[in-house]
C-alpha cells in the first residue's frame, strides 16, 4: 500500500494534557491498520507545538502541521485535510479518547463492507444521542446524523461533497455534512464494535451562530427534524 489507508487528523486545542491523552489513545487502538496522524495548533496553549514536534520524531506515522491562526474551526478542517493521503479521513476531536480494541479497524472494516457509506462514526459511551450511546444488535446502525466524537469519511466523498461548511465557527459542522452527505445517497453509519468516550462537557450546547446557521440551512427539510 504505497499510501496509509487513513489519515486522521487531530487539532489540538486548549491544554497539551487534553490532547496528549487523545494522542495515546489513538496510538494503542490503531490495531494493524495502516495510517498517519495529521496534528496542529489551533487555540492551544504555547507548550504543545513544542510537544508536538518531540512526538513527530519518535512516532514516524505522526507529522506536526503547523499552527493556524483564529479562524473557523471548520475551515481549519479543511484546511489540514489538503495534507491527507489516505484513503480514508478521521476528524479525531482532541477531547475524545478510543477505549475499545481495535478502534481503527472497526471503523475502517464498516467502511469497506458499505460502499454507500459517506460517514462512519464510533459508538461514544457518554454521549447523550440514544443512538450514538447504546450497543445496538447490528455492527452498523444506519442514522440520520452524528456527533463529532470521531467522523471516517473517504476522501473522495469528503472531496465530492466540497468538505465541511467553513461559516461553522466551533459546532453543527459535523452535522450538518452528515445532512448533505444523506442527501446525496450517501448512509451515515455507526460502527458498534469502534467505541470512545468524550471528556467534554456534554450539557454544552451550540453556538447560536452556528445553530442559526444549521436551523437556516435545513429548516424544513425532510431529512432536519430538530426544534
Same mark, same amino acid.
Given at each position: 500500500?504505497?499510501?496509509?489507508?487513513?489519515?486522521?487528523?487531530?487539532?489540538?486545542?486548549?491544554?497539551?494534557?487534553?490532547?496528549?491523552?487523545?494522542?495515546?489513545?489513538?496510538?494503542?487502538?490503531?490495531?494493524?491498520?495502516?495510517?498517519?496522524?495529521l496534528t496542529g495548533c489551533f487555540g492551544a496553549?504555547?507548550?504543545?507545538?513544542?510537544?508536538?514536534?518531540?512526538?513527530?520524531?519518535?512516532?514516524?506515522?505522526?507529522?506536526?502541521?503547523?499552527?493556524?491562526?483564529?479562524?473557523?474551526?471548520?475551515?481549519?478542517?479543511?484546511?489540514?485535510?489538503?495534507?491527507?493521503?489516505? =484513503?480514508?479521513? $478521521?476528524?479525531? #476531536?482532541?477531547? &475524545?479518547?478510543? *477505549?475499545?480494541? %481495535?478502534?481503527?479497524?472497526?471503523?475502517?472494516? /464498516?467502511?469497506?463492507?458499505?460502499?454507500?457509506?459517506?460517514?462512519?462514526?464510533?459508538?461514544?459511551?457518554?454521549?447523550?444521542?440514544?443512538?450514538?450511546?447504546?450497543?445496538?444488535?447490528?455492527?452498523?446502525?444506519?442514522?440520520?446524523?452524528?456527533? =463529532?466524537?470521531? $467522523?471516517?469519511? #473517504?476522501?473522495? &466523498?469528503?472531496? *465530492?461533497?466540497? %468538505?465541511?461548511?467553513?461559516?461553522?465557527?466551533? /459546532?453543527?459542522?459535523?452535522?450538518?455534512?452528515?445532512?448533505?452527505?444523506?442527501?446525496?445517497?450517501?448512509?451515515?453509519?455507526?460502527?458498534?464494535?469502534?467505541?470512545?468516550?468524550?471528556s467534554r462537557q456534554e450539557d454544552s450546547s451550540?453556538?447560536?451562530?452556528?445553530?442559526?446557521?444549521?436551523?437556516?440551512?435545513?429548516?424544513?427539510?425532510?431529512?432536519?427534524?430538530?426544534?
Amino acid at each position: 500500500h504505497p499510501f496509509p489507508e487513513v489519515s486522521i487528523i487531530v487539532i489540538c486545542r486548549g491544554k497539551w494534557t487534553k490532547s496528549r491523552r487523545c494522542l495515546a489513545s489513538l496510538r494503542r487502538a490503531a490495531g494493524k491498520v495502516d495510517y498517519e496522524v495529521l496534528t496542529g495548533c489551533f487555540g492551544a496553549e504555547a507548550k504543545t507545538a513544542l510537544e508536538l514536534r518531540k512526538k513527530a520524531k519518535t512516532w514516524p506515522q505522526l507529522r506536526f502541521l503547523g499552527q493556524w491562526e483564529p479562524t473557523p474551526y471548520a475551515h481549519v478542517l479543511n484546511l489540514a485535510q489538503i495534507s491527507a493521503k489516505g =484513503d480514508f479521513i $478521521l476528524f479525531l #476531536p482532541d477531547d &475524545v479518547l478510543l *477505549s475499545s480494541p %481495535g478502534c481503527l479497524e472497526a471503523l475502517v472494516q /464498516t467502511a469497506r463492507k458499505n460502499g454507500a457509506a459517506g460517514v462512519i462514526a464510533p459508538r461514544c459511551s457518554n454521549a447523550r444521542l440514544d443512538w450514538q450511546r447504546t450497543p445496538g444488535s447490528k455492527t452498523a446502525l444506519s442514522v440520520d446524523y452524528v456527533r =463529532d466524537y470521531g $467522523l471516517l469519511i #473517504p476522501k473522495t &466523498v469528503f472531496s *465530492s461533497l466540497g %468538505g465541511f461548511d467553513n461559516r461553522f465557527q466551533e /459546532t453543527m459542522w459535523a452535522e450538518d455534512f452528515c445532512f448533505r452527505a444523506k442527501q446525496k445517497g450517501y448512509e451515515v453509519l455507526v460502527a458498534d464494535k469502534a467505541v470512545v468516550r468524550a471528556s467534554r462537557q456534554e450539557d454544552s450546547s451550540a453556538l447560536p451562530h452556528d445553530r442559526n446557521l444549521i436551523f437556516g440551512k435545513w429548516s424544513g427539510h425532510p431529512l432536519f427534524k430538530w426544534r
